[in-house]
């Protein structure tokens, strides 16, 4: 039986390879019946292949997608990447145009002046220990900077130097309302004494009840002895509104200050006076009105009809 089984695995196996010999052999001349049995083998598969392209095709569009989108939000971080960095570049910018804009006019004021000054940068602004108002800016005593200097922007008045260390010093901004400074109104002789609210806002009291003054006028440092704590000339602000109360012992008045101390960036520190004091040469200049646009119509007659 064991001998059966061998002989009959052996006729196959022969059986088997004639016929691939055969099937090869007609297929090299060129016989078209391999096609016919290709093309029947592909109708038989077909409806299993497209079965299971059916199956898959979701789950190959899924991975795709995520693919996809994988790449999408490495772009989508890219971007937000580069535009902060270019945001940051356009402040950078804005702040290094604003604080040469506020060194030139610094200097201007200074050079009308006569004064020898510092320029120094602000480093950080808010309270001390000892006062509310204040900035640090990055020049101490190594430059020359020493206690009760004047310390001034383009714009006017803007502290006094309280502390002076090394390489920085602290600024009492004129805000303050531990800050005084004696004052003159511009144009007369008239004289008082300007106090800090903690705002832009200061208060002025007059030494004179009997002389009266304006909303408009301007008001200048009166200087004091040897140039400390304050240079004369400076510009300090512009008196807002006047309280005209009856029987008061001092005429008093609000103040707007000069300086934006908000956005201080650059300002200077008055190392030395002129010889001179400027007296009234550092009054700003008033605003000018904005130009009302003015609009020109012509009007174009229409022709007057004729009567025959």
């Known amino acids: 039986m064991r001998y059966g089984g061998e002989g009959r695995s052996r006729l196959l196996l022969i059986i088997l390879i004639v016929t691939s010999l055969f099937l090869i052999t007609l297929d090299l001349r060129g016989v078209k019946i391999l096609d016919g049995l290709r093309s029947g083998t592909q109708n038989v598969l077909s409806p299993f292949q497209k079965a299971g392209s059916t199956v898959v095709s979701p789950f190959r569009d899924f991975f795709g997608d995520v693919t996809h989108l994988g ?37 201007d004021l200074a050079g ?11 480093i950080s602004q808010g309270a001390s220990t000892s006062f509310t108002q204040t900035i640090t800016i990055d020049a101490g005593t190594t ?30 901004l004129a805000t303050d309302p531990d800050f005084k ?22 208060e002025l009291q007059l030494l004179d009840n009997q002389k009266i003054v304006k909303v408009g006028d301007v008001l200048l440092a009166r200087g004091s002895t040897n140039n400390r704590p304050f240079v004369p000339g400076i510009p300090v602000g512009i008196i807002s509104a006047v309280d005209s ?57 229409s022709p007057t009809a004729t009567t025959k």
């Open 71 to 107: 790449r999408t939000r490495n772009e989508i971080e890219k971007l937000k990447a580069d535009n902060a960095r270019l945001r940051n570049q356009l402040l950078q910018r804005k702040s290094a145009d604003a604080e040469l804009e506020q060194l030139k006019s610094v200097l």
């Open 181 to 202: 400074v004696g004052v003159r109104v511009a144009g007369t002789q008239q004289i008082g004494i300007l106090s800090g609210r903690g705002s832009k806002r200061a």
């Open 112 to 122: 009308r002046a006569g004064y020898k000054v510092l320029a120094a940068r602000v």
């Open 143 to 172: 430059s020359g900077v020493r206690q009760n200097m004047t310390v001034v922007s383009g714009e006017g008045l803007v502290g006094v130097v309280k502390e002076s260390y090394l390489n920085s010093a602290l600024i009492m």
């Open 245 to 301: 109360t009856a029987g008061s012992i001092a005429q008093t008045a609000t103040v707007m200050l000069y300086p934006n101390f908000s956005a201080l960036g650059v300002v200077s520190v008055v190392l030395s006076a002129g010889k001179n004091n400027p007296g009234d040469a550092l009054v700003p200049a008033a605003p000018q009105p904005t130009p009302v646009p003015t609009v020109t119509i012509y009007a174009t007659p």
